[in-house]
């Protein structure tokens, strides 16, 4: 069965903050197979962002192992990792530094980073910035 747990904010969707401390979508599938947990701001960033008609030539995979990391979204085509950054983030700048950096030297990855409060409020934003990077790929 599913289970989502949500709460009431814009975009028409219904949210739960959970004590401050994310926003979670968690849902088991049928036939006994393990559960997954899906943060809220991925699961928009994929279905408002990801999803836009301005975008709908290029193909996204989510999770997406790279070596021993695991990318929130990943564009083959445009060697682009996105990485969407919770609270947890503002703590640990140094370390998500580092790992941009090996991917970026080990597999030549571009990788952008946005807030949870990006992909909330900023959706328009992040379509056209990312509009901007493919037209700046395809003029190399």
């Known amino acids: 069965g599913i289970r989502i747990f949500l709460f009431a904010r814009r975009l028409g969707l219904c949210l739960s903050n959970r004590g401050g401390r994310g926003i979670l979508i968690c849902w088991s599938r049928a036939r006994g197979s393990p559960s997954r947990a899906l943060l809220l701001f991925q699961r928009i960033f994929w279905d408002k962002i990801l999803k836009d008609k301005k975008l709908s030539n290029l193909k996204f995979t989510r999770?997406?192992?790279i070596g021993h990391f695991i990318v929130d979204f990943y564009c083959a085509s445009l060697c682009l990792a996105i990485e969407i950054d919770g609270e947890i983030h503002n703590?640990?700048?140094?370390?998500?530094r580092e790992r941009d950096n090996m991917l970026e030297q080990k597999y030549r990855l571009k990788i952008i980073r946005y807030t949870n409060e990006d992909v909330l409020h900023n959706t328009e934003k992040i379509v056209d910035e990312l509009c901007a990077i493919i037209q700046n790929a395809t003029h190399l």
Do not use: C, G, L
Not at 91 to 96: G, L, S
């Open 91 to 96: 703590f640990q700048k140094i370390r998500d």
């Open 63 to 65: 999770q997406k192992p």
